[in-house]
C-alpha cells in the first residue's frame, strides 16, 4: 500500500511540474482553437492539478495549504494553452474580446494567489535560516502587484474600449 501512494506522490509531482511547460508549448505550437475544444481540457486539468495537489498534501498541513496558493494560478492559466498567445492585432483582439477580457482576469486572480502564497511561506519562514529571504520575497511582491493588477486591468479595460 505504501508504494502505491509513493508512486501516486511521483506521479502528482510530475504532473503538476509538466503542466506550466505543457501549457506554454500548447499556447504557442497549437495556438487559438475553439473554446469548445479548450474549456472542457481545462476544466478537466483543473480536476487533475487539484487531486495531484491533495496527494502530496499531508492531512492539510499548512505548508500544503500555502503550496496550493502557487499551484492554484497554473489551475487557471492553464486555459492559455486553447487561447493561444494574445493576439498581434487590433482586428484579432476584437474578435477574441470575451476571451481576452478572461485572460486578463485569470492573470489578476493568478497575481494575487502567488501573493498570498509567498505571504503564508513568509509566516511558516519567520523562525528560520531562511526568513530573511521570505522577507524579501514579500516585500517584493507587495511592492510588484499592485503595479501588476492595474497594468492587467489597463489591458483589459482598454480592450473593452476598443472591442
Not at 24 to 41: E, K, Q
Not at 70 to 78: G, S, T
Not at 148 to 154: E, P, T
Amino acid at each position: 500500500m505504501a508504494t502505491l501512494k509513493n508512486s501516486m506522490k511521483k506521479i502528482a509531482f510530475v504532473y503538476l511540474l509538466s503542466v506550466p511547460v505543457l501549457v506554454t508549448a500548447l499556447a504557442f505550437i497549437v495556438g487559438h482553437v475553439s473554446y469548445r475544444i479548450y474549456v472542457p481540457i481545462w476544466l478537466l486539468n483543473g480536476v487533475l492539478m487539484a487531486v495531484a495537489t491533495r496527494a502530496l498534501s499531508n492531512d492539510g498541513a499548512l505548508s500544503a495549504r500555502s503550496a496550493s496558493f502557487f499551484i492554484f494560478p497554473w489551475m487557471l492559466f492553464a486555459i492559455f494553452g486553447g487561447m493561444g498567445p494574445p493576439p498581434e492585432t487590433a482586428a484579432g483582439w476584437a474578435s477574441q474580446a470575451t476571451e481576452q477580457v478572461i485572460r486578463y482576469t485569470f492573470l489578476i486572480a493568478g497575481g494575487i494567489s502567488t501573493a498570498v502564497g509567498i505571504y503564508r511561506v513568509n509566516k511558516l519562514l519567520e523562525n528560520t535560516p531562511g526568513r530573511q529571504y521570505a522577507k524579501c520575497a514579500d516585500i517584493l511582491i507587495r511592492i510588484a502587484l499592485p503595479f501588476f493588477v492595474l497594468n492587467m486591468a489597463y489591458w483589459d479595460i482598454s480592450l473593452r474600449m476598443y472591442s
